[in-house]
């Protein structure tokens, strides 16, 4: 059984960081891709960003350059670095795992609850 437990959520001003956290539990995050996937109420869950090892990530044009993700392979741990934050990255933030790297969430077996950003203007 996986479970995937997200931290690090919370309300921050723009222009400022979080970092989320993706512990995860029952499977090694280094042989599996983990996504970062947000959304916010009434709209569609959207894609942020991948990692399936050191270096090999992806991330959508929306936070390109903004977030990084990583990871602690020791820890089975998978971070969201967010910088220069915007209001329009509020939402409810979601890690997820899954087989292949994929940007749509269908593709991932195993959700966490989510760890709400709120970014004030």
């Known amino acids: 059984q996986v479970q995937l437990v997200e931290s690090g959520g919370g309300l921050v001003q723009a222009g400022g960081s979080l970092r989320l956290s993706c512990a995860a539990s029952g499977r090694t995050f280094s042989r599996y891709p983990v996504a970062w996937f947000r959304q916010v109420l009434g709209k569609e869950r959207e894609f942020v960003a991948v990692?399936?090892?050191?270096?090999?990530?992806y991330y959508s044009d929306s936070v390109n350059s903004r977030y990084t993700v990583s990871m602690d392979a020791a820890k089975n741990t998978v971070y969201l670095q967010m910088n220069s934050l915007k209001p329009e990255d509020t939402a409810l933030y979601y890690c997820?795992?899954?087989?292949?790297?994929?940007?749509?969430?269908?593709?991932?077996?195993?959700w966490g609850q989510g760890t709400q950003v709120t970014v004030s203007s």
């Open positions: 997820a795992q899954g087989l292949n790297i994929e940007r749509t969430g269908a593709a991932y077996d195993y």
């Open positions: 990692i399936k090892w050191i270096g090999d990530t």
